[in-house]
Structure formats: structure tokens, C-alpha cells
């Protein structure tokens, strides 16, 4: 994936979550926008970070090249539910 491509993708406004699937199998969330950085050769995900916190668990870090694919993941509080009939 290029870039400027995934650089767009995290940098909207509104943020919209996304999960970051990579060639390799390994899938990323990026819950809000602070998970993750996009560096000038690769991205860095912060893994186990809260939101309004610094403290994360540990990152990993991956080269645009690996990214296959980006999906959007459903916004916990607009998700609808079907009312009980």
C-alpha cells in the first residue's frame, strides 16, 4: 500500500477505527488515532495503549509494503441494535 494512501486513511477527521491487515497473517487495530504513527519508511502501532493514557504495552512497526488491506471497523457507539420484537 502506498504512503500517502494510509497516511489519508489515519489522518481523517472525524477519526474512523480501522484494522491494519498485514501480508504476513497479523491484523492491527487502530481503535483511535493515537495507536498508531505513520513514520517516512514504515508505520508504528502502539499495542495495548488506551485512549487519554501513554503507557503502552509494547509496538510493533511495518513497512507500507506489508499492509494488504485496510477495513474500516464499526464505531462502538453508533452501532445500532435491532430492538426486541
Given at each position: ?35 498508531a ?20 504495552k ?28
Open positions: 500500500m502506498h504512503k500517502a494512501d494510509v497516511e489519508s486513511i489515519l489522518a481523517r477527521d472525524p477519526f474512523v477505527p480501522v484494522r491494519l491487515h498485514l501480508s504476513n497473517g497479523k491484523t492491527f487495530d487502530v481503535p483511535f488515532r493515537d495507536v504513527r505513520v513514520l517516512s519508511y514504515a508505520v508504528l502501532v502502539f499495542i495495548g495503549l488506551k485512549e487519554r493514557t501513554r503507557q503502552a509494547g509496538y510493533d512497526r511495518f513497512t507500507f509494503e506489508q499492509i494488504e488491506r485496510i477495513e474500516e471497523l464499526p464505531h462502538g457507539k453508533s452501532r445500532r441494535r435491532k430492538k426486541a420484537s
